[in-house]
């Protein structure tokens, strides 16, 4: 029974995963790699590096989660952040191809309502593990994460 929950969580999730395995197999044919980490790939380095580095015009990502794919900058900024990111992980296993909807109507709510349109967003405030909205700002000068 445990061993099928499991399987239905990557199944439920798998939309995102293959959008991550999309963009990590690109990276590694421009020099990135790729290892296994609990029940995820983390692809990093090289062209996945190049692409965090300029997806986001004013801040720097440290590493953006799909699915069961996690995309880092480095191997080390993924031991940093590998906390955070699994609770993302978690998120995508319980919305499946709903999240990035989710996430991104979310992220426009939090703007309209004159809040910050990423920390505020409710999967980064349980990412980051606050209830106050305002608080942990020390988070977001060790590098931004989606
Ligand atoms: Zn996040």
Redesign the pocket.
Known sequence: MRYLLLALRFLWASPNTLIGLTIGGLGLCLGAKVRVRGRTLEFYEGGVQWMLQHISYHQNIA???LGHVILGQTGLALEF?RQ??G??VAQFERWGPFMLPAYLLSSVYVWTRRRRF?RDNP??RE??GDDAPHEHEDHEEQGR??
């Open positions: 590493a953006m989660t952040v955070h990111e609770v993302h990423y999967f980064e990412a980051f994460t989606q």
